[in-house]
């Protein structure tokens, strides 16, 4: 039989039961008092993970949208002597058009 105080045991029971369900369990108190260290333990374990896959999300969030903007002024340079050009070729034909 298992030693329910024993940390592994508590570990793997969470493990099963995730993380939603380790905290109701710590909040309505079903943790026997040895269990519950170990349960606190697994959960701070799980939410510094969390927060480390987080913020790593957030500087790749943040590189893409660097790259995004780059890009983006890119565009409106190209698409600003696209616009420049159009206007000249439009004035030359108009010259064109009026000229006798």
Known sequence: MTN???????NRLCDELGVV???ARLISGHFHVGQRTAAEAWLSRRDSAFKERAAER???SLS????ALSYSRL???????ALIVS???????LV?????
Request: hydrophobic share 35%; proline share 6%.
């Open 58 to 60: 957030s500087e790749e």
């Open 75 to 81: 565009a409106t340079g190209v698409a600003t002597i």
């Open 87 to 93: 206007v000249i070729m439009a004035i030359q034909k």
């Open 96 to 100: 064109e058009w009026t000229s006798p």
């Open 64 to 67: 893409i949208s660097r790259k």
């Open 21 to 23: 369900e380790v905290r």
């Open 4 to 10: 329910p105080y024993d940390s592994e045991a508590t």
